[in-house]
């Protein structure tokens, strides 16, 4: 068996032809070599459109990690944002607590003890509510004050809303009190007699005289020195016509030796309404208004009471 292979050849066109002999083994590496590379350049071109797609599958996956990123990121924003404004809604909520202590300080009025009164609650801090913070467990802890702090914020409204209610109604119960004492002048004019003891002009003797004697021409407006209801509204024995106002919590006004009667008994009157004109009737020894203030039963200094 022949090992090498005779190769003819001409090196131009007018040039004889040439032979020479190429081994056999040197073809078959040739051969080979020639398979390897179409191998190789094949399976080259296999892994780099096998790259080229999965890089561009990676880009779209990075694409898209990015964007789930920002919507994370976006997110923890907004829930530290919550926190935030949570934590200024607390801050009203403690701040009408305060105004309510205010209001009850200043208008003498006590809680009850039905009253749940104030709820302390804790506050987020300020460390967590940085919207650069990473995105770690500190979001979760985040979030899971934040749902306490809710509860406990729905608390302190709900209790401060029962204690502003029952305070509502005490300033009312208070604004009926106070419009309800006598603390204005009944009548302009000059005290012709005082509370308590004096010679009495009648029989010389020292006997206790239980109001004031305000003196002016007759016919001047008489009225009333607090809201309340015309309990009497007549004539009586020595004070002539008389006027009684009955002003609730145990508080009693009298108007005496009047010369007109303007109001009826049961009628409601305010503060500063006419009820009757000065006179000079019943036992009296000139035209004035007798005027007495009485709490419980008992008559007491009516300018104890008058504040303007």
Known sequence: MKKQIKVWYHTGPNSDIREFLLPKSLLWFMGLMFLCSICAVSWISYDYFQLKHTAYDNVGLTDKLELKNQLIQDQHRQIQKFAADLEALKSNVIALTDLGEKVRLIADIKKTGDQSGFIGIGGIPMSELDPDLPLDSRHSRLIREMHSQVNQTHALVKSEKTDFNALIEQLKHKKNMLASIPSIWPVKGCVTSKFG????????????????????????????????????????????????????????TKYGHLSKILVTKGQTVKRGEVIALLGNSGKSTGPHVHYEVVVNGIPLNPLKYILN
């Open 197 to 252: 003891y004096r010679t009495s002009p009648f029989t010389g003797r020292q006997t206790f005289h239980s109001g004031l004697d305000i003196a002016n021409k007759i016919g001047t407006k008489v009225i009333a020195t607090a809201n309340g209801t015309i309990s009497y509204a007549a004539r009586k024995m020595h004070f002539g016509n008389l006027v009684v106002i009955d002003h609730g919590y145990g508080k009693t």
